[in-house]
């Protein structure tokens, strides 16, 4: 398996709270990706980041955060949860052009 | 941006039997990966492949770059395969950010 680490697996939260999750590689990959999960969209591309302290908004990037300080880490923050931040979202990491590896997921609720 | 469309949506199969799911996408690509999602939600990379075919046990994959699809085979199928099939395939520009289907819903019955 990729070493892609993220937590926590699971969260449940309170509307207008912050809430950070966080990806972790042991892989050394350049780029790291978080997507969200939605029934009847499949995974849509959040923000992603192309190396320490590069990163990029994907197409569902309002009302989410990132950042990258370290090569091994990538946060995603929510500055203010909304019900609609209900979701499964994944990590994903890269190396170039090549595969593309998916962490195990966190399952958030915000109540 | 890239397009990624999959038939069928929904797959009722009785174990043993053999299905073909697809892939279409809107623009040239130099790669397609095919993943597998279990039923507890882990996203298994089953396939990485730019073009031509590959196998790997009984699942196998065939990519038509030009012709802009490509397509899983799964042959005599088991209960452990149900879940859902995504193909994912790139965008054009650095970082290659993936674009997925919406995928195949795949249930295996005994």
């Known amino acids: 398996d990729a070493g892609i680490t993220q937590s926590p697996r699971h969260k449940v939260t309170e509307t207008g709270t912050p809430v950070t999750l966080r990806c972790h590689q042991t892989?050394?990959?350049?780029?790291m990706y978080w997507y969200r999960q939605d029934p009847g969209h499949g995974l849509r591309l959040i923000h992603y980041?192309?190396?320490?302290?590069?990163?990029d908004k994907g197409e569902v990037s309002d009302g989410y955060s990132v950042s990258r300080s370290k090569t091994e880490d990538f946060l995603l923050t929510l500055e203010s949860a909304t019900s609609s931040q209900t979701s499964v979202y994944f990590c994903a990491i890269r190396d170039g052009g090549a595969e593309a590896f998916f962490g195990q997921g966190t399952r958030l609720t915000v109540v | 941006g890239i397009q990624v469309e999959q038939s069928p949506p929904d797959l009722i199969l009785q174990e043993g039997a053999n299905s073909t799911l697809r892939c279409n996408f809107s623009?040239?690509?130099?790669?397609l990966q095919w993943f597998h999602q279990n039923p507890w939600g882990q996203l298994i990379n089953l396939f990485y492949i730019p073009s031509g075919t590959k196998q790997n046990g009984r699942l196998s994959a065939t990519t038509v770059a030009t012709e802009r699809y490509s397509l899983l085979y799964i042959s005599s199928s088991q209960t452990t395969d149900s879940g859902v099939y995504f193909c994912?395939?790139?965008?054009?520009?650095?970082?290659?950010?993936?674009?997925f289907g919406t995928g195949t819903r795949l249930q295996v019955t005994l």
């Open positions: 623009d040239s690509v130099n790669n």
């Open positions: 892989e050394n990959h350049r780029y």
């Open positions: 980041s192309y190396g320490v302290k590069d990163t």
């Open positions: 994912a395939v790139p965008n054009t520009g650095t970082a290659s950010k993936l674009t």
